[in-house]
């Protein structure tokens, strides 16, 4: 059981190999394009492109969902298996984060920040397998971003609309415009610093490529047939940088994405007034209820 | 070539990436956190439970042994006590006996005390009674004649009479 769900976590990204084999027409690698497009659903606002962004992060998703069934299948209190540990540890890891960068009342963002890095950094390793890595989609990443913004606002918002109007209004009133700017900002910069830096790794490796493969072209050019065309330069340099820009720089951008929506969400919440208004609300209903209650009493 | 350019916004799209990381959320949640959570608590009520009934056990041995203790400490007097009648027993039995046996030493002491007196007395008398007669027989032989033997005998009584007081 737990092969065969291991089995099913795997062939969600075997099939993105397939349909890109299928269906991409092939590169010689030194192309800069986006994300490859199937087909387009006919909607207002210019259509909805089903590219191969859209199937990627579907295809980690699907993955990510049979991986959790793996690691959670058959959950034990004692003798656990290699699984449940590894289950564990991921779950209090991100607790662990959660409640040190946002506190206790902010629990619940536990699944979400595991969400934001277990999308973020495996939909960037999926260049690992050569496919095309959704992050380096600006709308991918935006749809993020745009979910960051919603609930930053929808937490400044608890305390109430006059405190969050007010809240653009400091330190000093003349600056709102400043401030809300900066709102708008948060969201766009955030998807911007992730997408930018996951397609820059990718532009980087192809440059690089192609300057290997001139230089190789360059330096064996005269060998006789096959051989003056290989690109031998290619070999082990681009695989090195690619520890780098796809390994190392995926997982920093999963880890800074979630960490700064960790930091804006528990920031913009204005706690004091959020537990001020809670206090008054009760004592409100209360009061209500004790009226209530004489007047049944009459 | 079919292909998105490098940047282009795209309004879905944003909205079902949007969605697909709600998606994800909820499956973290419910396949990932909630039933690792569940274990977890779970873990930590067997963990609570074994320690209570450690706790109990082991509050359960220490009574035992505190009563252990005290009758361990009241079987102590006991053996004590027991010890002390039976030597304070022993020691009355051993006077009785030492008395008893003083008793006897002193009784034999003096019957044969009483024995030698008597024997003393009696071997006296024999004396005396020899002396007389041999004395008598002595005078008759001497005087050769019949000497009244009452008058003899009260001399001779008064003779060693006189020797013993001397």
Same mark, same amino acid.
């Given at each position: 059981?737990?092969?065969?769900?291991?089995?099913?976590?795997?062939?969600?990204?075997?099939?993105?190999?397939?349909?890109?084999?299928?269906?991409?027409?092939?590169?010689?690698? %030194?192309?800069?394009?986006?994300?490859? %497009?199937?087909?387009?659903?006919?909607?207002?606002?210019?259509?909805?492109?089903?590219?191969?962004?859209?199937?990627?992060?579907?295809?980690?998703?699907?993955?990510?969902?049979?991986?959790?069934?793996?690691? =959670?299948?058959?959950?034990?209190?004692?003798?656990?298996?290699?699984?449940?540990?590894?289950?564990?540890?991921?779950?209090?890891?991100?607790? +662990?984060?959660?409640?040190?960068?946002? +506190?206790?009342?902010?629990?619940?963002? @536990?699944?979400?920040?595991?969400?934001?890095?277990?999308?973020?950094?495996?939909? $960037?390793?999926?260049? /690992?397998? #050569?496919?095309?890595?959704?992050?380096?989609?600006?709308?991918?990443? #935006?749809?993020?971003?745009?979910?960051?913004?919603?609930?930053?606002?929808?937490?400044?918002?608890?305390?109430?609309?006059?405190?969050?109007?007010? $809240?653009? @209004?400091?330190?000093?009133?003349?600056?709102?415009?400043?401030?809300?700017?900066?709102?708008?900002?948060?969201? %766009? $910069?955030?998807?911007?610093?992730?997408?930018?830096?996951?397609?820059?790794?990718? %532009?980087?490796?192809?440059?690089?490529?192609?300057?290997?493969? =001139?230089?190789?072209?360059?330096?064996? @050019?005269?060998?006789?047939?096959?051989?003056?065309?290989?690109?031998?330069?290619?070999?082990?340099?681009?695989?090195? /940088?690619?520890?780098?820009?796809?390994?190392?720089?995926?997982?920093?951008?999963?880890?800074?994405?979630?960490?700064?929506?960790?930091?804006?969400?528990?920031?913009?919440?204005?706690?004091?007034?959020?537990?001020?208004?809670?206090?008054?609300?009760?004592?409100?209903?209360?009061?209500?209820?004790?009226?209530?209650? =004489?007047?049944?009493?009459? | 070539?079919?292909? *998105?350019?490098?940047?282009? !916004?795209?309004?879905?799209?944003?909205?079902?990436?949007?969605?697909?990381? !709600?998606?994800?959320?909820?499956?973290?949640?419910?396949?990932?956190?909630?039933?690792?959570?569940?274990?977890?608590?779970?873990?930590?009520?067997?963990?609570?439970? !074994?320690?209570?009934?450690?706790?109990?056990?082991?509050?359960?041995?220490?009574? *035992?042994?505190?009563?252990?203790?005290?009758?361990?400490?009241? &079987?102590?007097?006991?053996?004590?006590?027991?010890?002390?009648?039976?030597?304070?027993? &022993?020691?009355?039995?051993?006077?009785?006996?030492?008395?008893?046996?003083?008793?006897?030493?002193?009784?034999?002491?003096?019957? &044969?005390?009483?024995?030698?007196?008597?024997?003393?007395?009696?071997?006296?008398?024999?004396?005396?009674?020899?002396?007389?007669?041999?004395?008598?027989?002595?005078?008759?032989?001497?005087?050769?004649?019949?000497?009244?033997?009452?008058?003899?005998?009260?001399?001779?009584?008064?003779?060693?009479?006189?020797?013993?007081?001397?």
């Amino acid at each position: 059981m737990t092969v065969l769900l291991l089995i099913l976590a795997i062939l969600p990204i075997i099939a993105g190999i397939v349909i890109k084999v299928m269906f991409v027409p092939a590169s010689n690698g %030194i192309d800069i394009t986006g994300a490859h %497009i199937f087909f387009t659903i006919d909607l207002p606002f210019g259509g909805l492109p089903i590219s191969e962004s859209q199937i990627n992060s579907w295809l980690v998703i699907l993955s990510l969902f049979f991986f959790c069934l793996f690691l =959670t299948y058959g959950l034990k209190t004692k003798d656990m298996s290699k699984r449940q540990i590894v289950a564990e540890w991921i779950v209090e890891k991100v607790e +662990g984060l959660v409640r040190s960068n946002m +506190g206790e009342f902010f629990m619940g963002f @536990g699944p979400f920040i595991c969400a934001i890095l277990g999308l973020s950094a495996c939909s $960037s390793l999926l260049t /690992l397998v #050569g496919l095309f890595p959704p992050t380096s989609d600006i709308n991918i990443v #935006g749809g993020w971003a745009m979910m960051t913004f919603i609930l930053i606002t929808y937490y400044k918002f608890k305390a109430g609309p006059l405190i969050y109007l007010k $809240s653009f @209004g400091e330190p000093v009133p003349f600056l709102a415009p400043l401030n809300i700017i900066s709102e708008v900002a948060t969201p %766009i $910069s955030m998807a911007f610093r992730h997408y930018g830096n996951v397609l820059s790794g990718s %532009i980087i490796s192809v440059l690089i490529a192609a300057l290997l493969t =001139t230089l190789s072209q360059l330096i064996f @050019g005269k060998l006789p047939g096959f051989l003056g065309e290989f690109p031998f330069l290619r070999i082990g340099l681009p695989a090195i /940088l690619s520890v780098y820009f796809d390994l190392f720089s995926g997982g920093l951008q999963a880890f800074i994405f979630s960490m700064l929506t960790m930091l804006y969400v528990s920031g913009g919440f204005p706690e004091d007034e959020y537990f001020k208004r809670k206090r008054l609300k009760e004592a409100k209903k209360q009061n209500k209820q004790a009226i209530e209650n =004489t007047n049944g009493g009459i | 070539m079919n292909n *998105l350019d490098i940047i282009s !916004v795209n309004i879905w799209q944003i909205l079902i990436s949007l969605c697909n990381l !709600v998606i994800l959320f909820l499956i973290f949640k419910k396949f990932l956190f909630a039933p690792v959570k569940k274990i977890l608590a779970k873990r930590q009520a067997e963990v609570a439970s !074994v320690y209570d009934e450690a706790q109990k056990e082991h509050d359960d041995a220490m009574e *035992l042994k505190s009563s252990w203790d005290e009758k361990m400490r009241t &079987a102590d007097e006991e053996a004590d006590r027991i010890v002390k009648e039976a030597v304070e027993k &022993a020691e009355n039995r051993n006077e009785v006996l030492l008395y008893e046996s003083r008793e006897k030493a002193e009784s034999i002491l003096r019957k &044969a005390k009483a024995e030698a007196e008597r024997t003393k007395a009696d071997a006296e008398e024999e004396i005396r009674k020899e002396i007389v007669d041999v004395s008598s027989a002595l005078s008759e032989r001497v005087l050769g004649r019949e000497i009244n033997m009452e008058d003899h005998r009260n001399l001779i009584d008064s003779f060693i009479d006189n020797l013993e007081d001397k």
